[in-house]
């Protein structure tokens, strides 16, 4: 069956580090990939998405890049705020499973002054 | 996109008890969906809700311990029964995106349930 597999957190970092949050996945057919950012005490918001291979989504300073070579849409951002401090999701959906999406973990992001 | 309207935020339940967690989108959507949210691990589908049919449940979850609501296109609510320690968790409504399934979903603000 479709899974995602995401790096174990926490991860802390000071403000203004580079981020990486790495997010491989495998799936029947040909998934749609998702990062979802859940703040503290909040529902899950959709980050970004990309649809296809080679596809890059961003927001909010983000970015994450459709790899199907190597199964992989990690999560980067050059330069993270107080403010990103938050659980990030990665997340696939397919049409065999009715487009309802396969989430991992979890990835913890704690960034200090 | 949506916006979905969840209560309560959160609530400290006796064991035995049942809570009813309500979900309201502020448009006509198909199909709801409930999840739980365990602490520290990922989401996991509770059951699809279609208006008008019966909820469909994953492997794991049956509806005599969680059963749903879907009386019209913008409502939803789900019971947690007889609950017990294990039953706390963040449970979650989500429904499709504007753009379509594809293109990711929205979520609810959560509901909080810690069970003594």
């Known amino acids: 069956g479709d899974s995602v597999t995401q790096m174990e957190g926490p991860v802390t970092l000071s403000e203004e580090a580079f981020l990486t949050i790495n997010c491989t996945y495998t799936?029947?057919?040909?998934?749609?990939l998702f990062w979802y950012v859940q703040y503290p005490g909040e529902g899950l918001q959709l980050l970004l998405k990309?649809?296809?291979?080679?596809d890059k989504g961003s927001n909010k300073g983000f970015e994450a890049t459709y790899r199907k070579e190597t199964t992989s849409f990690h999560l980067e951002k050059g330069s993270v705020q107080v403010s990103d401090s938050a659980v990030y999701f990665c997340?696939?959906?397919?049409?065999?499973?009715?487009?309802?999406?396969?989430f991992g973990r979890g990835t913890s992001l704690i960034v200090h002054p | 996109s949506a916006v979905i309207s969840q209560k309560p935020s959160r609530d400290i339940c006796q064991r035995g008890t049942s809570l009813t967690i309500q979900c309201q989108v502020d448009?006509?959507?198909?199909?709801m969906f409930w999840y739980r949210q365990q602490p520290g691990q990922s989401l996991t589908l509770i059951a699809t809700?279609?208006?008008?049919?019966?909820?469909?449940?994953e492997s794991g979850f049956v509806i005599d311990k969680f059963p749903i609501s879907r009386p019209n296109l913008t409502f939803s609510t789900l019971t947690v029964s007889n609950m017990s320690p294990e039953d706390s968790s963040i449970y979650l409504c989500?429904?499709?995106?504007?753009?379509?399934?594809?293109?990711?979903?929205?979520f609810g603000s959560g509901t909080r349930l810690t069970v003594v």
């Open positions: 448009s006509q959507v198909t199909m």
């Open positions: 989500s429904v499709e995106g504007a753009q379509g399934s594809n293109y990711g979903y929205t």
């Open positions: 799936a029947t057919g040909y998934p749609s």
């Open positions: 990309a649809t296809k291979a080679d």
């Open positions: 809700a279609n208006q008008g049919s019966e909820a469909t449940y």
């Open positions: 997340a696939l959906s397919t049409s065999g499973g009715s487009y309802i999406p396969t």
